[in-house]
């Protein structure tokens, strides 16, 4: 009888812990940028409205910065003069919207092992931030993320490709 018992306990048990397995949605979100509408807002995750740039919005930064990428040497993370001309343009942006929270992202060429690559896009990402913290930008409002070799920007086995992926940028929050 208490192995009767048993089994039916076990049974119960097994087919309680199968219908709470977690189901993959059937639609994914969308990426990042991708253009869709923010629901609510009547704004798109570019920060357009009707065709018209919303002061402090993603494209808004694109438009009034030299650029949100700066490019690294090989196995380097050093802010070069170039990269500082840039940098220097988004803190003034940033300056003139202290709600604005951004991320760097850092990223590598192909070569090298995944786990070196993720380490140095995260001191790419790194130098970038703190670049910008010495300018004025409160660093609370910055936060990295390292992709390391996972999202190429050039998909190339040549020095042009390579040189296109190492890189950090800077992308605004909505």
Wanted: aromatic share 6%; glycine share 10%.
């Amino acid at each position: 009888m208490a192995t009767t018992t048993t089994k039916i306990i076990l049974a119960a048990a097994l087919v309680a812990t199968a219908g709470c397995a977690k189901k993959r949605p059937e639609v994914l979100p969308p990426a990042p940028g991708d253009g869709m509408t923010q629901p609510g807002t009547g704004m798109d995750n570019g920060g357009t409205t009707g065709g018209a740039v919303v002061p402090g919005s993603a494209e808004d930064f694109r438009q009034s910065v030299s650029s949100d990428t700066i490019n690294f040497a090989l196995d380097s993370y050093d802010i070069d003069p170039t990269a500082r001309g840039i940098l220097d343009s988004q803190a003034t942006w940033l300056q003139q919207y202290p709600n604005v929270r951004v991320t760097l992202e850092g990223h590598a060429d192909e070569r090298g092992t995944r786990e070196y690559n993720l380490a140095l896009g995260d001191r790419r990402a790194n130098s970038a931030k703190n670049y910008l913290a010495a300018r004025g930008i409160d660093a609370g409002r910055i936060t990295t993320i390292s992709y390391g070799k996972e999202r190429p920007i050039a998909l190339g086995s040549d020095e042009s490709s390579w040189a296109q992926n190492r890189r950090a940028v800077t992308v605004v929050l909505n």
